[in-house]
């Protein structure tokens, strides 16, 4: 009963803190989900009985955060313009314009400054703030995002501030090993960007620096200081001038449908996504066949009684099975390189053949290593398939007068089938989506340099969908969540068929 009590009692302690942090970055709904399910947890476990729920509980709890959230987290970002350039909100955004266009002030007057650092807070604890005395004797502080506020409770020596309450000040030493963290903050004088921020280079005495831009709140514009040039919000989530010229960063914003008409409108996309999923196709199916193929005839081979030693080679059979998929990966990689590889320079004599930079041959590379990875599993269920089905059943036909292949076709495949038909759906779902063997062999490549996103020849969806988001100078989370939709409704159409096909298999048999 103490060891529920403390644990419960840790979780308690680390759902407030994780809300806390989510309230004060302004997560309202996901902090309350926070309390609540703690205090969920906290009811399940306290109460006596209840024990189905006792175990149901962490399991729901990993299925909502890992699964459920995940799946409507990437819904909602499809709908979206999140991606480089478009990451935040826009209250940001026009901060983050106006602090990139800064130069100084001509003959701003040097502030006295301390560098204070911020003690004894829940959340944080280690900010760095800019303490003023202004010209009426005030003092204020501010940090960055934190206009400068009157501060109360602080001691002023010869125009600069010595102690505050709740605020540590920095010693020349201090300042010295912080110096990169101190030169780059930057604090804003009020809460209207225009009126500028303070820097400083020493840490000794701050300037006023204002922005290249005019930013206009209550007509929503931003104006280029020097060529007048106007800037407006048209809801595409960033500044446009009129002649289409983009301020960046931008701010993110609901697009709709424009991620979904993008992918099967835009000539540089629709292209690149089409060969790619007939690719993808293509890779999954013809996964599956051969690696069931080899691992079905490995296992009547290896069935047969008459064999001696079979134990031993149905072990070394499945050694691939027992190595990481993606270690396998990079040895084949380096094994097929095209200019120092094992299979070039010993088994064809030296030739330079490109395995992995051929668009072509590098599609035959990933099958065939992907018949190397896979068919120590197909051999293992068709060896456990073939010994549930009764010797008696091939008997009784070659007394029939059918032949062994006869036997095999008419009997033996079938009821294979029957069993192992989830299996191999599950093989091809799998393989639709085998991002390791693709990224860890070719990077998908080679790169196809007109394509209007990240894209190779090799590339499956997954793979292309993680280059999109991820991979490059621009990410494009909104794209890649659309085609991770895509996805999932390929996936899950083919699957539903798939099974209903199985049914009806089982049914005839």
């Not at 449908?257 to 999954?284: H, K």
């Not at 010797?391 to 069993?419: C, H, N, V, W, Y």
Request: with cysteine; glycine share 8%; net charge negative.
């Amino acid at each position: 009963m103490l060891f529920k009590i403390v644990v419960l009692g840790l979780l308690c302690a680390t759902a407030l803190y994780a809300a806390l942090v989510l309230f004060f970055s302004d997560r309202w709904l996901v902090g309350s989900l926070v309390i609540l399910g703690a205090v969920a947890l906290t009811w399940i476990y306290l109460q006596r009985g209840a024990l189905p729920a006792k175990y149901l509980a962490p399991g729901l709890v990993f299925l909502l955060i890992f699964q459920i959230f995940v799946v409507l987290y990437s819904g909602y970002v499809a709908f979206t313009n999140y991606g480089t350039g478009h990451n935040s909100t826009k209250e940001h955004a026009v901060s983050a314009i106006m602090l990139q266009n800064q130069h100084r002030v001509p003959d701003s007057p040097a502030y006295p400054v301390s560098v204070l650092e911020s003690s004894g807070d829940l959340i944080g604890g280690d900010e760095l703030h800019f303490a003023v005395v202004d010209s009426e004797g005030e003092v204020l502080i501010g940090a960055d995002e934190e206009p400068l506020e009157p501060a109360e409770s602080a001691e002023v020596t010869d125009g600069r501030v010595t102690a505050a309450e709740g605020y540590e000040v920095l010693e020349f030493a201090d300042l010295l090993n912080r110096q990169q963290e101190i030169t780059s903050l930057v604090v804003p004088l009020s809460e209207d960007p225009n009126d500028g921020y303070l820097r400083t280079q020493d840490g000794q005495r701050a300037y006023v620096y204002t922005s290249g831009y005019v930013y206009d709140e209550d007509a929503d514009t931003m104006t280029h200081a020097e060529s007048g040039t106007v800037y407006r919000d048209t809801g595409e989530g960033a500044f446009v001038s009129e002649n289409g010229e983009q301020l960046m960063p931008g701010w993110r914003v609901h697009v709709g449908m424009d991620n979904f008409v993008r992918a099967v409108t835009e000539d540089s996309i629709r292209s690149p996504l089409i060969y790619v999923t007939l690719w993808t196709f293509a890779f999954a199916f013809l996964s599956v066949a051969t690696t069931f193929i080899l691992g079905l005839f490995l296992a009547m081979v290896f069935n047969d009684s008459r064999m001696k030693s079979r134990k031993y080679y149905r072990l070394v059979m499945i050694l691939p099975y027992a190595f990481p998929g993606f270690l396998s990966a990079l040895v084949w990689a380096g094994m097929m390189n095209q200019e120092f590889g094992f299979i070039n320079n010993v088994l064809f004599g030296g030739a330079a053949i490109p395995w992995l930079t051929d668009p072509w041959l590098a599609k035959v590379s990933i099958l065939i290593v992907n018949l190397w990875l896979g068919f120590p599993y197909m051999f293992l269920v068709c060896t456990g398939a073939l010994q549930a089905i009764p010797d008696e059943l091939t008997e009784a036909a070659q007394m029939d007068g059918a032949t062994p292949f006869q036997a095999f076709r008419a009997i033996k495949l079938p009821l294979l089938l029957t069993s192992l038909a989830p299996l191999l759906i599950s093989s091809f779902a799998f393989n639709f989506n085998n991002f390791n063997l693709v990224y860890m062999l070719t990077g998908g490549g080679p790169r196809d340099v007109s394509a209007g996103v990240n894209v190779g020849s090799t590339d499956i969806l997954i793979s292309m969908v993680y280059k999109v988001a991820f991979v490059g100078a621009r990410a494009d989370y909104g794209l890649a969540s659309a085609f991770s939709i895509l996805i999932f409704l390929i996936v899950g159409t083919i699957s539903v068929i798939a099974f209903r096909r199985t049914k009806a298999l089982e049914e005839l048999n």
